[in-house]
C-alpha cells in the first residue's frame, strides 16, 4: 500500500514537472514578443519610420528604410542563389542520391546547417571584400545564400519524399525522360513543400546579423546598388542599441519589431503551405 | 515492386545529363563547407605560422604589442555553452516528453508551436531584450543576492556584472532550447510503441515507463541532441556578444564579464588594423569552425546511429 502510494505520488510528481517545463519553454517567448511589441510599437506608429533613412541623434524623423531595402534586396539575391541551388540539390538526393554520395551531401548540409554564422560571414570576407578591398551587399547575400542552402535542401528532400511512387511510375510508364518526370511531375507536386522551404530560409536569412558585420558592413544612406556597403535590418538593431542615445536605442526597438513581424509572418505562412502540401500528396 | 523494377532498369543505363546536372549542382553544400575551412586557413596563414601551437594556450590579447592567444575566448565559448547546456538539458528533455506524449491533446500543438517561433526569433532580437530587460532583472534579483550569500565560493564571487558570462549561458540556454527539445522529441517519438505498451501492460506508471523504458531506449538520441545544441551554443554571436561584458581575460567568477570566440570577432574584425591582427582574429574563426565541425559531424552521426535503430 505504501509502495503504490510512492509510485502515484512520483508519478504524478514527474507529470507536473514535465507540463511545468512545457509551460516554462514558453516564458522566455512570452517575455520577448511583450518587450519587443510595447517598446517598438511606439517608433513603428510613425509612418516616417518606413518612409525615412538614417538622421542624426537629435534630428527627428529618422527611420529604417535603408535597412528595410537592404535587408530585401540581400536576402532576394541570396534567395536568387540559394533556391535553385538548393532545389535541384534536393532533387538529386531523391532521385540519386541512395549510396554513398548521397549520404555524404545529406551529412555536408546537415554539419553546414550548424556552422557558425560568424565563420560564414569570414568566409564571404575572404572571398568577396578582401579581394575587391571593399564591403559590399553581393558578399552579404553570398554570405546568407551559404546559410540558406542547407535548409531549402533538407526541406525539398523531405518535400519530394512526401509524393507517393505511383505518381514517378505513371510518368516512367508513359515514356517521360527522367528529367522531366522529376522537373515536371514531381517538383510541382512538391511545390508546396518545397516554397515552405524557402520560406524558412528566408526567415532565418532575414534575421542574420553576424555575416553582414565584414560584408555588407552597413550603410546610413540609402543604396540600393548591392555592389556597394548597404544597411540591413538586424545590423540595424545591432548597432543602435550599442549606442547610449534613447532616440538610437528607440529605434532599435522599432526596427526589432519589424524584424519578428517579417520572420514570424513568414514562418506561420510556411506552416500554412506546408499543411496544404500534406492534404496535396495525400490525394495524389 | 513495381518501382523497383522501373528503378533497377533506369540504374543500368549510362548516366544521363540531368543526372549529371543535378549531381554537379548537389556538391554546392560540401564545396560551401570545404571552402569554409580553406578560406580561414588561408587567411588565418600569418597568425598560424607566426604564433604557432602556442596561440591555442596563450591568454594573452594585445592589439597594441601584436601578443594574441586563444585561450580566454576558447575557456568562454566553452564554459558560455557548458553552463547553457546544464540549464536547458533539463527542460528540453521535459518539453521533448511533453511534445512527444500522444496524450497531451491540442495544447500540444500549441506548445510545439511555441518551441518553433522560439527558435525563429532572431538572435539579435534576443540579444536587445537581454541587453535592456534581461540583464538588468538578472543582476538585481540572481546576481547580486547569491553573490551576496555565497560569494566566498569562487565561482560565484561578486562584484556581480549584468553583462557577465552567466547572463551570456542564460540568454544561450533559451536559444538553444527548441534544438534540444525538437531532436529529442523526434528521437523519443522513434522508440517502438511495443516498449511503451508492454511497460504499461505490466502495470508500470507513466513515470515509471517513461525513466525505465523510454528514456533509456532513446538515450544516444538524446546524447546527440544534446551534442548539436553545444555546437549551436558554441557558433552563436549575436545575442553573446550583447550581454558577456566582452573582457578578453578568463574570469574567476561567473557573474563577471567574459568574452567568447564568436563575439571578439564580431567587436574587432572590421576595426583590426594590420594583417597579423586581423588573420589572428580569423585563426579564431577557423578554431571555432573546426570545433563546431567536429561536434556536428558526431551530434549527426549519433542522431542518425538511432533513427536507424528505432526502423530495424
Redesign the interface.
Known sequence: MNRNLYRQVSNGLARVFVYGTALAALIPLGLVLAYTVSKGLPSVENVDFFINSFRPIGIPGGGVAHALAGTVIMVGLASLLAVPVGILSGVYLVEYGRGRWGDLIRLASDVLVGAPSIAIGLFAYALLVAPFHHFSGISAAVALAVLMLPVVIRTTEGAIELIPGSLREAGLALGLARWRVALQLIVPAAAPGIVTGALLAVARAAGETAPLLFTAFGNQILNLDPSKPMAALPLLVFNYARQPYPQAQQQAWGAALVLVVLVLITNLTSRFVFRRQIALASKL | M??GT?LAR?RRRPP????L???L??????I??L??VL??A??GAPAIQHYGFGFLTSRAWNPITLDFGALAFIFGTVATSLIALALAL??G???A???A?PSAGR?RGS?G??????A??????????A???MAPFVLIHIEQPLAARFGSVGVLGGPARGTSLFTASLVLS?MI?PTL?AVSRDVIRAVPSGLRESSVALGA????T??GVILPAARQGIFGATV?AL??A?????AVT?VIGNRPEIPTSVFAPAYTL?SV??NE??EATGQLYSSAL?EL??V??LV??T???L??LLVRSTAREARA
Open positions: 513495381i518501382r522501373v533506369s544521363d545529363g540531368f543526372r546536372l543535378t549531381a549542382v548537389a556538391l554546392a553544400a560540401p560551401s563547407l571552402l569554409i578560406l580561414l588561408q587567411q533539463p527542460v528533455v521535459g518539453v516528453l511533453f511534445l506524449e495544447l506548445i508551436i511555441g518551441v518553433e517561433l522560439l525563429a526569433i532572431p538572435s539579435v532580437v534576443y540579444g536587445l531584450w541587453v535592456y530587460v533559451v532550447l527539445a506508471t507513466w513515470w515509471e517513461t525513466w548539436l555546437g549551436r558554441l557558433g552563436e554571436t549575436i550583447m564568436a570577432i564580431a574584425f572590421t580569423i574563426g577557423l571555432l569552425m563546431t565541425l561536434v556536428n559531424v551530434a549527426q
